[in-house]
């Protein structure tokens, strides 16, 4: 660890290295693999919503010129085990299956029932229109009142009433709290279905290997460590399932679990001796892809006592999770870590209820269902401030922890690390000018403008435990997944740092936040590192990308890796010295080990890797030769669930502070952003551009959430949506600038106070664009209580719908 | 199938392509020039877009056929030699305009057009021209300044 007068990288403008194949074009992704003989894998999919399947004939399309093999649900479930989902760890098991291909019924439109593997994608795609399926049509289940209607059809037999999960926590003395209020604040909010749409689309190439029984996968699957668990459904031991990771062009938690293309592959590529190749289409990325987020409807409570102090949140969730539980509880347990937001609350009542429907399943977007808990929070403050006659920023200033308050333990029993929430929500109005910007909203009033100025201060949690997954599934744990990350760093024989990483990248970027600590703990310069990836086959303990964890994470494993290098060239150099290993001191300057108050005698980094390379004679004895160090960085502070709450899940703790201002316009209902500040506080900040990127980036897609995106589920169970046509996700057009200022309280438990930052954006500005909307909209009097707020919603709320 | 006779990133070259293949198909499977990328095939996105005529198109609604005597510029033909960057490449590198990179080659292809038919283009042109290419990761703020920053790279090179 260095202090911060001491950095040399950490915290400087550092142009990535991931950019510079990309600007060539020369990024390497899934579609990109061309292997010898490779063959085009094309879904059959069901154009019901819900129906039985009652026959599949392959023979038209099998005898199609290039078609080299057709398989259906049949043959999956013939000759595969099912697929490892979270249903498994529920106790008992959740009997909800996810088929690779549907064999008995199709549980969404879109799902897949046969593939078709040829010598290109378009003989596949004919051969693919030549496959008969039979249907018998079923009522189709969009949404969770359908589900839990009397005598509903059932998604799947297992589960009766459709109903998966229904559990009551109180996380400390709600009722105590709901007693003492003053003033109850009641809401209804609703989230439907969004998606991270990354612009490339999931996709892998399998490649069996007939001797030796070995499977290869090329995808841009963005956590390898999930592979693992493919080899149980194929039948093949662990270790020879193999992952070779692509840029990732991408994902926002789509590609954290996607293995049906890749068992369908993996039986093609044995089938046919050949690798093949399978990449969705936009289409089907949308519509029926692994890929959506949370799906929910909220009712909810917040206790206050006579000074605005909130005392207590509670709120029945019904979540739609679609046709399987693949990632079980997760968007419903994940949020709780931050379930309090940064406000001193002290008690949290939740009642989760978990349905089934004929959508595709649930996955994660970006947040783990945190940007639609904060979206809830912030919906209950305002109302609150609005039932108070309180500005927005005196209820938070009433209820923000204080800086002296950490670590904070919440009531669901995850620990806050660190903070200064006042001094971000001051620093955030003064740099939006909010007094200048209310004066200006009178102005426009008068003129008959609707200006608002919405605030939202939020939460941005990082570093999960994996035990997120099934917190809820209230079983005796006993284990707590603490998803470690591991990098291995080498310095060869002419003293080159190469630093392999065990997780694949989406360019977020974590080669050059790699390169970066190598730099910092060791002097070299982060420019003459290279930085490498693993595959699975010799990887090992990673999570990849996910829940903004890969900051922390990786510095921890990076720079451990570095300091056991340190520590192995020591005692060599000592040797070579002629001096005590505990004489020596690493400077970072010269790169070398110079011996205590003799400033002559150095060995340098060469000199060392050079003997430590090449002349084993020279070694000191009880070393070997070589520098090299693979590092497991463990979750730094994970604790078992206990009898009344949680324990620690996701204790690095970012905040931030949104204020944008918009104009609405109220002939048309569109929404004009007129600025965007930011008070930003993600621990110390490792690469500025990078945060920079990740910040707008997430805002960008916060305000999709807010305005825009919706996979909108019709009657018959179809989808509105489908594509880009539809599913609009923000353009240059709809993009304010974003003006940011960085606080920096380092995190206590991290690499140089480091936290996560990869989800932040998105879970604040959905909160922050409808508060803004809703005081656009105040003198009309309505309450928002859902995204996407569409020109049409918002038209009618101006008629006067939805007034209080 | 048809005889083509096109010239890339300034080469000849004649192939025999099917009715249907598009431009992006072509490029990326029969040339190998796999940095023209394909987000959602059916012109929305942008990730596709090359430059024909001095003018960015999307490859995945051109057929290779409606190619045949054209001179096409992709991202591989950006970057003056195997170590130097041209300016808005470059440009993207220093402004953190790139995040994952799929929608870079596109990006890149029509902010070129937009700077040689207009060296010095306001904020606002820079949105008009580009708004048909979709990001996802990165925000479209940098790339403003990325392309802003290209033109001011320009100015100073060629007074």
Redesign the interface.
């Known amino acids: 660890m260095t202090s911060e007068r001491d950095r040399r990288f950490v915290g400087q403008k550092r142009?990535?290295f991931?950019?510079?194949?990309?600007?060539?074009?020369?990024?390497k992704?899934v579609?990109?693999i061309?292997l010898p003989g490779m063959l085009h894998v094309v879904m059959v999919r069901s154009p019901h919503a819900h129906a039985l399947i009652t026959s599949v004939d392959t023979s038209e399309a099998l005898a199609m010129p290039g078609v080299h093999a057709v398989i259906t649900g049949a043959d999956v479930r013939a000759r595969t085990e099912p697929i490892f989902t979270l249903a498994a760890l529920h106790d008992p098991p959740l009997d909800i299956p996810l088929p690779a291909l549907a064999h008995d019924k199709a549980r969404y439109k879109g799902e897949a029932v046969a593939a078709v593997a040829a010598t290109s994608r378009?003989l596949a795609e004919d051969a693919a229109e030549r496959v008969r399926v039979q249907y018998e049509p079923l009522p189709p289940i969009t949404n969770a009142t359908q589900a839990m209607a009397e005598g509903a059809p059932l998604v799947h037999d297992g589960s009766p009433g459709n109903v998966i999960m229904h559990r009551k926590y109180d996380f400390g003395d709600v009722e105590g709290c709901f007693e003492r209020a003053e003033t109850i604040v009641r809401r209804k909010l609703s989230w439907p279905r969004q998606t991270?749409?990354?612009?490339?689309?999931f996709g892998c190439v399998a490649q069996w290997e007939p001797g030796t029984d070995e499977i290869t996968f090329w995808s841009n699957h963005q956590s390898n460590v999930l592979l693992w668990t493919l080899g149980a459904t194929l039948g093949v031991p662990s270790h020879r399932v193999r992952g070779i990771s692509c840029?990732?062009?991408?994902a926002?938690g789509g590609k954290f679990w996607q293995p049906r293309g890749m068992v369908v592959c993996a039986l093609l590529s044995r089938d046919t001796g050949r690798p093949v190749r399978f990449v969705e289409?936009?289409v089907e990325h949308l519509e029926s892809g692994d890929n959506h987020g949370e799906d929910r409807t909220y009712d909810a409570e917040l206790a206050l006592d006579k000074d605005g102090k909130m005392l207590a949140l509670r709120f029945d969730i019904v979540e739609d999770y679609g046709s399987a539980f693949v990632l079980g509880s997760i968007n419903n347990s994940e949020p709780l870590a931050q379930a309090v937001g940064p406000y001193g609350i002290e008690a949290v009542g939740v009642d989760f209820t978990a349905v089934l429907s004929t959508k595709p399943p649930q996955a994660a977007f970006r947040g783990f269902g945190g940007a639609s808990l904060n979206f809830l929070l912030e919906r209950m403050t305002d109302a609150a401030a609005r039932e108070l006659g309180l500005t927005a920023e005196e209820i938070r200033r009433r209820n923000l922890l204080r800086p002296e308050q950490f670590p904070y333990t919440t009531p669901t029993g995850n620990l806050y690390d660190s903070g200064d929430y006042p001094q971000a929500l001051d620093r955030a109005l003064e740099l939006a000018d909010v007094d200048g910007w209310r004066h200006y909203q009178k102005d426009a009033r008068r003129e008959g403008r609707a200006i608002g100025i919405g605030l939202a201060t939020c939460q941005e949690r990082s570093v999960q435990s994996g035990s997120a997954l099934w917190l809820m599934f209230d079983q005796n744990h006993g284990r707590v997944t603490t998803a470690a990350e591991t990098a291995t760093c080498r310095v060869d024989g002419h003293g080159k740092v190469t630093v392999a990483l065990h997780s694949p990248s989406?360019?977020?970027?974590i080669e050059t936040v790699a390169a970066t600590v190598v730099g910092e703990e060791l002097g070299v310069n982060p420019g003459d590192v290279s930085v490498r990836h693993l595959d699975t086959a010799v990887a090992g303990p990673a999570m990849g990308p996910v829940a903004s964890r890969m900051t922390v994470m990786l510095s921890g494993a990076v720079s451990g890796a570095i300091h056991e290098i340190r520590e192995m060239m020591r005692p060599i150099a000592a040797n070579m010295l002629e001096a005590a290993p505990d004489d020596l001191v690493w400077n970072k300057d010269e790169l070398g080990y110079f011996v205590k108050g003799a400033p002559d005698a150095h060995a340098s980094m060469a000199e060392i890797a050079h003997v430590a390379y090449s002349s084993a004679y020279l070694l000191p004895d009880g070393t070997r030769s070589g520098l090299e160090s693979t590092y497991t960085f463990d979750h730094p502070m994970a604790t078992l669930p206990n009898g009344s709450d949680w324990g620690i899940f996701a204790p690095i703790i970012g905040h931030a502070v949104h204020i944008p201002v918009v104009e609405v316009d109220l002939e048309t209902g569109g929404v004009t952003f007129l600025d965007y500040a930011v008070v930003h506080d993600c621990g110390t900040v490792m690469n500025p551009?990078?945060v920079?990127?990740q910040l707008?980036?997430g805002?960008?897609?916060g305000i999709g959430t807010a305005l825009t995106e919706e996979l909108h589920y019709q009657d018959d169970g179809s989808v509105i949506g489908r594509?880009?046509?539809s599913y609009l996700?923000p353009?240059?057009?709809d993009?304010p600038?974003?003006r940011i200022e960085h606080l920096e309280t380092p995190s206590p438990f991290t690499y140089n106070g480091v936290k996560g930052v990869g989800e932040g954006g998105r879970m604040v500005a959905p909160a922050a664009v409808v508060s803004a909307v809703e005081d656009a909209l105040s003198t009309f009097g309505c309450a928002i209580d859902e995204v996407p707020m569409t020109p049409e919603k918002i038209l009618g709320w101006i008629d006067g719908k939805n007034r209080r | 199938m048809k005889v083509i006779n096109l010239v890339i990133n300034g080469k000849s070259t004649t192939s025999i392509v099917?009715d249907?293949m598009t431009l992006a198909d072509y490029l990326?499977?029969e040339q190998g020039?796999?940095?023209?990328?394909?987000?959602?095939?059916?012109g929305?996105?942008g990730?596709c877009t090359v430059i024909v005529r001095k003018r960015p198109v999307r490859a995945c609604l051109y057929l290779a056929v409606q190619a045949d005597g054209q001179e096409i510029e992709?991202?591989?033909g950006?970057?003056p030699n195997a170590t130097e960057?041209s300016p808005i490449?470059?440009a993207?590198?220093?402004?953190?305009a790139?995040?994952?990179?799929?929608?870079?080659?596109g990006m890149?292809l029509t902010a070129k057009a937009l700077l040689d038919e207009n060296p010095n283009p306001d904020e606002d042109t820079?949105?008009?021209w580009?708004?048909?290419?979709?990001?996802?990761?990165?925000?479209?703020?940098?790339?403003?300044e990325a392309v802003q920053l290209a033109a001011e790279q320009n100015a100073t090179e060629t007074p």
């Open positions: 142009t990535t991931e950019s510079a194949r990309h600007v060539r074009g020369r990024g992704f579609a990109d061309q378009a991270g749409a990354p612009l490339d689309t840029d990732i062009g991408g926002f289409d936009r989406l360019g977020t970027p551009d990078a920079r990127g707008i980036g805002i960008c897609q594509d880009f046509r996700i353009t240059f057009l993009m600038n974003i | 099917g249907r990326r499977d020039l796999t940095g023209t990328r394909l987000g959602c095939e059916q929305v996105c990730a992709t991202i591989e950006l970057a960057l490449q470059d993207f590198r220093q402004g953190h790139v995040q994952c990179g799929f929608c870079t080659s890149l820079i949105r008009d580009m708004h048909g290419n979709i990001c996802r990761c990165v925000g479209y703020q940098q790339i403003i």
